[in-house]
């Protein structure tokens, strides 16, 4: 969503500014008590469209539990978008050489994933005979076919052109996939960023194919070597690759804690498929369990993980 997008007209005439001497005048009139009555519709629901949220859990069954599955689910898309907004704001202060600015989103990016990761707390109680109550009537359904999701997982270099096949009957969410897969990844971003601090970084890998997985490269791990390393004299290292200010090193250390916040996502997903149903076929269409630990083999920023050997 745009950011002009936030002040449509509905929602500037229900939520309007207020200084601070507004709001202590408004709590002298009530004599410290909320304020009850407003002319139009509820600030707060006007912000949040809270009402409209509760009213997007249609569920397929009488099961009880079948609730707790789908808003769940819900939780999670609304996360996997909040933390590809944080990633995108990452990359494009890092593309203007604001590593400084990118460590906020970065950060702020790693909690939001925690907070993700929480979500599978919700359904720790889900079986497989709780979750074959409801499963049949989800027919091919899939937590695979969420745009939302690869969206987040181009975005953070795990790139794969097939995966956008489900959506090519659906035009506009079709389009902003491929339009994702046509930007360099936030580890592009990051490559580009140490070779234009002065690492050495082939022409190969800076002007590969965004649109196909990056494939390791000992140049770029090389680089994350020398930017952990502090022995070195500050003045003739690469630019912020020395020294306690050493800002390269504080961008590794924010994208390790995405890295490692979104890698426990993947692991608590195959930790709740074998709780809820074993390693049956997926619905849809995958091995299931065993799709999904084949997966985990694809690691998000490589030479980041790789560059700990060599140091």
């Known amino acids: 969503m745009k950011q002009t ?39 707060y629901d006007a912000y949040v469209h809270a009402s409209t949220l509760h009213r997007l859990q249609q569920p397929l069954s009488d099961d009880p539990g079948e609730m707790s599955f789908l808003v769940v689910s819900q939780i999670m898309e609304l ?33 939001h994933l925690e907070g993700l990761n929480a979500a599978w707390k919700g359904l720790r109680w889900m079986t497989p005979a709780d979750f074959n109550r409801f499963r049949n009537l989800l027919g091919e359904g899939s937590g695979f076919q969420s745009a939302m999701y690869r969206h987040l997982e181009f975005t953070l270099g795990l790139r794969d052109p097939a995966l ?5 009957r659906q035009a506009e969410v079709h389009a902003d996939l491929r339009a994702t ?40 791990e ?24 050493n800002e390269l090193r504080l961008l590794g250390e924010a994208l390790a804690e995405v890295a490692e916040q979104f890698g426990d996502w993947r692991w ?16 849809g269409g995958s091995a299931g369990l065993a799709w999904l630990q084949r997966s985990m083999s694809r690691v998000v920023f490589p030479e980041l993980w790789s560059a700990r050997t060599a140091m």
């Open 5 to 43: 997008d936030l002040r449509a007209p509905a929602l500037a005439a229900a939520v309007r500014p207020a200084t601070p001497q507004q709001r202590a005048a408004r709590a002298a009139r009530n004599g410290g008590e909320p304020t009850l009555d407003f002319a139009d519709r509820v600030p």
């Open 79 to 111: 996360y996997f978008g909040l933390a590809r907004h944080e990633l995108r704001e990452a990359q494009r202060c890092l593309r203007a050489d604001r590593v400084w600015d990118a460590l906020a989103p970065l950060r702020r990016a790693a909690l």
């Open 268 to 283: 608590n997903h195959v930790k709740a498929v074998q709780r809820t149903m074993g390693a049956k076929v997926g619905s």
């Open 222 to 245: 090389a680089a994350w070597v020398a930017v952990y390393d502090d022995e070195g004299p500050g003045v003739d290292g690469p630019a912020g690759a020395r020294g306690p200010g």
């Open 164 to 168: 956008i096949r489900p959506f090519r």
């Open 181 to 220: 897969l046509a930007t360099p990844s936030l580890w592009d971003e990051v490559i580009a960023l140490l070779a234009r601090r002065g690492f050495e970084v082939p022409a190969e890998v800076l002007g590969r194919d965004v649109a196909e997985e990056h494939r390791p490269h000992p140049a770029v």
